[in-house]
Protein backbone atom coordinates (compact mmCIF):
# COMPACT_ATOMS: atom_id res chain seq x y z
CA UNK A 1 0.00 0.00 0.00
CA UNK A 2 1.83 2.76 -1.06
CA UNK A 3 -1.21 5.50 -0.41
CA UNK A 4 -0.68 7.93 2.63
CA UNK A 5 -4.71 8.28 3.02
CA UNK A 6 -7.49 6.72 1.62
CA UNK A 7 -9.78 8.70 -0.52
CA UNK A 8 -12.05 8.61 2.21
CA UNK A 9 -10.23 9.78 4.59
CA UNK A 10 -9.10 12.67 1.64
CA UNK A 11 -12.98 13.28 1.43
CA UNK A 12 -13.21 13.63 5.35
CA UNK A 13 -10.35 15.60 5.39
CA UNK A 14 -11.96 18.30 3.43
CA UNK A 15 -15.35 18.62 4.98
CA UNK A 16 -13.19 18.96 8.04
CA UNK A 17 -11.57 21.93 6.21
CA UNK A 18 -15.29 22.69 5.06
CA UNK A 19 -16.93 22.49 8.65
CA UNK A 20 -14.27 24.75 9.64
CA UNK A 21 -13.68 27.36 7.16
CA UNK A 22 -17.87 27.96 5.55
CA UNK A 23 -19.09 28.92 9.51
CA UNK A 24 -16.21 31.78 9.86
CA UNK A 25 -16.98 33.16 6.08
CA UNK A 26 -20.62 33.37 7.29
CA UNK A 27 -19.93 34.82 10.59
CA UNK A 28 -17.41 37.24 9.01
CA UNK A 29 -19.71 38.77 6.78
CA UNK A 30 -22.68 38.95 8.48
CA UNK A 31 -21.02 40.15 11.66
CA UNK A 32 -19.21 43.05 9.79
CA UNK A 33 -22.46 44.18 7.90
CA UNK A 34 -24.24 44.30 11.23
CA UNK A 35 -21.39 46.39 12.18
CA UNK A 36 -22.00 48.90 9.64
CA UNK A 37 -25.64 48.67 9.85
CA UNK A 38 -26.44 47.78 6.53
CA UNK A 39 -29.52 47.00 4.63
CA UNK A 40 -33.17 48.51 5.36
CA UNK A 41 -32.96 49.36 8.85
CA UNK A 42 -29.91 52.26 7.71
CA UNK A 43 -31.93 55.50 7.98
CA UNK A 44 -29.52 57.13 5.81
CA UNK A 45 -29.92 54.67 3.51
CA UNK A 46 -33.63 54.09 3.56
CA UNK A 47 -33.39 57.99 2.84
CA UNK A 48 -31.85 57.59 -0.58
CA UNK A 49 -33.24 56.81 -4.08
CA UNK A 50 -33.02 53.49 -5.19
CA UNK A 51 -32.41 52.04 -8.77
CA UNK A 52 -35.38 50.03 -10.40
CA UNK A 53 -33.52 47.04 -10.41
CA UNK A 54 -32.74 47.65 -6.68
CA UNK A 55 -33.96 43.58 -5.21
CA UNK A 56 -36.02 43.91 -1.46
CA UNK A 57 -33.92 43.75 1.47
CA UNK A 58 -34.33 40.27 2.43
CA UNK A 59 -32.82 39.03 -1.37
CA UNK A 60 -29.42 40.81 -0.05
CA UNK A 61 -29.35 38.53 2.78
CA UNK A 62 -30.11 35.21 1.23
CA UNK A 63 -27.92 35.97 -1.85
CA UNK A 64 -25.11 36.65 0.70
CA UNK A 65 -25.84 33.54 2.25
CA UNK A 66 -25.28 31.49 -0.24
CA UNK A 67 -22.27 33.65 -1.60
CA UNK A 68 -20.47 33.07 1.67
CA UNK A 69 -21.16 29.27 2.05
CA UNK A 70 -19.93 29.04 -2.02
CA UNK A 71 -16.91 31.36 -1.46
CA UNK A 72 -15.96 30.02 1.71
CA UNK A 73 -16.33 26.26 0.59
CA UNK A 74 -13.88 26.99 -2.37
CA UNK A 75 -11.26 28.30 0.14
CA UNK A 76 -11.57 25.10 2.03
CA UNK A 77 -10.70 23.48 -1.72
CA UNK A 78 -8.00 24.90 -1.66
CA UNK A 79 -6.76 24.78 1.75
CA UNK A 80 -7.14 20.95 0.89
CA UNK A 81 -4.94 20.95 -1.48
CA UNK A 82 -1.76 20.67 -0.16
CA UNK A 83 1.72 20.19 -2.18
CA UNK A 84 -0.51 22.87 -5.02
CA UNK A 85 2.17 24.77 -6.61
CA UNK A 86 -0.35 27.64 -6.23
CA UNK A 87 -1.72 27.42 -3.27
CA UNK A 88 -0.19 30.02 -1.04
CA UNK A 89 -0.66 33.05 -3.89
CA UNK A 90 -4.31 31.65 -4.16
CA UNK A 91 -4.88 32.20 -0.17
CA UNK A 92 -3.56 35.60 -0.29
CA UNK A 93 -5.64 36.46 -3.09
CA UNK A 94 -8.30 35.06 -1.08
CA UNK A 95 -7.94 37.09 1.73
CA UNK A 96 -7.48 40.11 0.46
CA UNK A 97 -10.66 40.00 -1.96
CA UNK A 98 -12.37 38.89 1.54
CA UNK A 99 -10.44 41.59 3.47
CA UNK A 100 -11.60 44.06 0.84
CA UNK A 101 -15.57 43.11 0.89
CA UNK A 102 -15.97 43.12 4.62
CA UNK A 103 -14.82 46.42 4.38
CA UNK A 104 -17.32 47.39 1.67
CA UNK A 105 -20.43 47.44 3.97
CA UNK A 106 -18.55 49.67 6.43
CA UNK A 107 -17.56 52.18 3.95
CA UNK A 108 -21.06 52.49 1.92
CA UNK A 109 -23.61 51.97 5.00
CA UNK A 110 -21.27 53.57 7.61
CA UNK A 111 -19.41 56.36 6.03
CA UNK A 112 -21.94 56.95 3.29
CA UNK A 113 -19.28 56.68 0.76
CA UNK A 114 -21.16 56.12 -2.56
CA UNK A 115 -18.61 56.61 -4.64
CA UNK A 116 -16.09 55.16 -3.07
CA UNK A 117 -18.02 51.83 -2.20
CA UNK A 118 -18.26 51.52 -6.21
CA UNK A 119 -14.29 51.81 -6.80
CA UNK A 120 -13.75 49.46 -3.93
CA UNK A 121 -16.29 47.09 -5.88
CA UNK A 122 -13.94 47.86 -9.01
CA UNK A 123 -11.18 46.61 -6.92
CA UNK A 124 -12.54 43.47 -5.39
CA UNK A 125 -13.66 42.66 -8.54
CA UNK A 126 -10.37 42.33 -9.68
CA UNK A 127 -8.42 41.09 -7.06
CA UNK A 128 -11.67 37.79 -6.58
CA UNK A 129 -11.17 37.48 -10.72
CA UNK A 130 -7.33 37.14 -9.74
CA UNK A 131 -8.18 34.43 -6.94
CA UNK A 132 -10.48 32.74 -9.47
CA UNK A 133 -8.08 32.33 -12.07
CA UNK A 134 -5.44 30.90 -9.40
CA UNK A 135 -8.05 29.18 -7.74
CA UNK A 136 -8.50 27.16 -11.10
CA UNK A 137 -4.96 26.12 -11.43
CA UNK A 138 -5.14 24.67 -7.74
CA UNK A 139 -8.88 22.95 -7.88
CA UNK A 140 -10.97 24.02 -10.87
CA UNK A 141 -14.10 23.22 -8.41
CA UNK A 142 -13.32 26.04 -6.68
CA UNK A 143 -12.56 28.38 -9.41
CA UNK A 144 -16.45 27.83 -10.42
CA UNK A 145 -17.69 28.28 -6.86
CA UNK A 146 -16.22 32.19 -7.15
CA UNK A 147 -18.21 32.56 -10.40
CA UNK A 148 -21.89 33.26 -8.68
CA UNK A 149 -19.71 36.06 -6.59
CA UNK A 150 -18.07 37.49 -9.58
CA UNK A 151 -21.50 38.03 -10.93
CA UNK A 152 -22.64 39.23 -7.86
CA UNK A 153 -20.11 41.84 -7.87
CA UNK A 154 -21.08 43.13 -10.92
CA UNK A 155 -24.65 43.45 -10.41
CA UNK A 156 -23.95 45.59 -7.05
CA UNK A 157 -21.34 47.48 -8.79
CA UNK A 158 -23.74 48.59 -11.28
CA UNK A 159 -26.67 49.35 -8.12
CA UNK A 160 -24.42 51.20 -6.51
CA UNK A 161 -22.77 53.25 -9.49
CA UNK A 162 -26.66 53.97 -9.68
CA UNK A 163 -27.30 54.90 -6.78
CA UNK A 164 -24.36 57.19 -6.86
CA UNK A 165 -26.09 58.95 -10.21
CA UNK A 166 -29.74 58.98 -8.74
CA UNK A 167 -27.95 60.65 -5.32
CA UNK A 168 -25.49 63.00 -6.26
CA UNK A 169 -25.21 64.56 -2.80
CA UNK A 170 -24.88 61.18 -0.40
CA UNK A 171 -21.86 61.21 1.16
CA UNK A 172 -23.47 64.88 2.78
CA UNK A 173 -26.87 63.70 3.15
CA UNK A 174 -28.27 63.97 7.00
CA UNK A 175 -30.89 61.92 7.95
CA UNK A 176 -32.80 63.77 10.96
CA UNK A 177 -32.15 61.94 14.40
CA UNK A 178 -35.62 59.14 15.27
CA UNK A 179 -38.04 60.78 17.27
CA UNK A 180 -39.91 58.61 19.68
CA UNK A 181 -43.69 60.39 20.45
CA UNK A 182 -45.51 58.88 23.85
Given amino acids: MNQIASKGQLR ?3 LRWILFI ?5 LLGFTFSQFA ?4 ENRWFQALTKPAAQPPGPAFGA ?8 MGTALAMVLHARGAP ?4 AIILYLT ?3 LNLF ?3 LFFGMHQVTAAFWLLVIIFVVALATTLVFGRVRKAAAWLMVPYLAWLCFAAALNMEIDILNPGAETLVVPAARTQI
Wanted: glycine letters at 4%; hydrophobic letters at 60%; proline letters at 10%.
Fill in 97 to 99: QFA
Fill in 37 to 40: NSGD
Fill in 86 to 89: LRVP
Fill in 22 to 26: VPITV
Fill in 104 to 106: WPI
Fill in 63 to 70: AWAVLYIM
Fill in 12 to 14: MSL
